[in-house]
């Protein structure tokens, strides 16, 4: 037996142990819950992804029957990257709302008005009750930049029809966002390929 092969053996017996150690001891946890609930989720943080466990979450409600839309504040409405061939494909909605990469914007104060006035679309989609998840990709960056106001947002928020799901995405979510969401996941990079001069993949980065 190679070194290689121990190490995977006593990895393998130390798993087995806790895993039924952990089997025997859980229990259900009480006061759960039951039927549906509308949650805010947040995917924040600096690491790849956060976009693409939105994505994730529109295929699964899709694949039960709900109905999804999408708004992404940064990107243009004529953007057709993986995401919006699959999405054209299965016939759900989305709308580009920005200018592209709002850092490299030559007009920024039209890339605050393109952002007020997606949230315009984006709050009539969840009032109109015509959606059971509704994503707003990429909507960290206007509140952070004040280009909308989180007290309206966290009014529409608080007043959703309670089945409605919202997932928010973005870096530098707001305290205050955070502190009301339901479910906040902070994706943060341990290695990305771009740092090994790795450029952008086709259907993994666009």
Do not use: C
Request: aromatic fraction near 8%; charged fraction near 30%; avoid cysteine.
């Amino acid at each position: 037996m190679t070194g290689s092969d121990e190490a995977t053996r006593l990895r393998r017996e130390q798993a087995m142990k806790e895993l039924a150690e952990a089997r025997d001891a859980h229990q259900k946890a009480e006061g759960i819950s039951k039927g549906r609930r509308g949650l805010l989720i947040v995917n924040t943080g600096k690491g790849k992804g956060k976009t693409t466990a939105a994505l994730g979450l529109m295929m699964r409600a899709h694949g039960r029957g709900l109905k999804v839309r999408m708004f992404q504040f940064l990107k243009h409405e004529n953007a057709k990257f993986g995401e919006h061939r699959a999405l054209d494909a299965l016939g759900l909605p989305y709308e580009g709302l920005g200018d592209g990469f709002t850092w490299r914007s030559r007009d920024l104060e039209n890339s605050a008005d393109m952002a007020a006035h997606g949230w315009t679309l984006a709050r009539e989609a969840i009032e109109s009750g015509g959606y059971d998840l509704v994503v707003l990709d990429e909507f960290t960056y206007p509140l952070k930049y004040g280009w909308v106001s989180w007290a309206e947002v966290e009014q529409t928020l608080r007043a959703r029809d309670p089945k409605l799901h919202v997932v928010i995405t973005g870096r530098d979510a707001l305290p205050e966002l955070v502190e009301l969401a339901d479910t906040v996941s902070e994706i943060n990079p341990v290695k990305h390929a771009y740092a090994s001069g790795i450029g952008a993949q086709t259907g993994i980065e666009y």
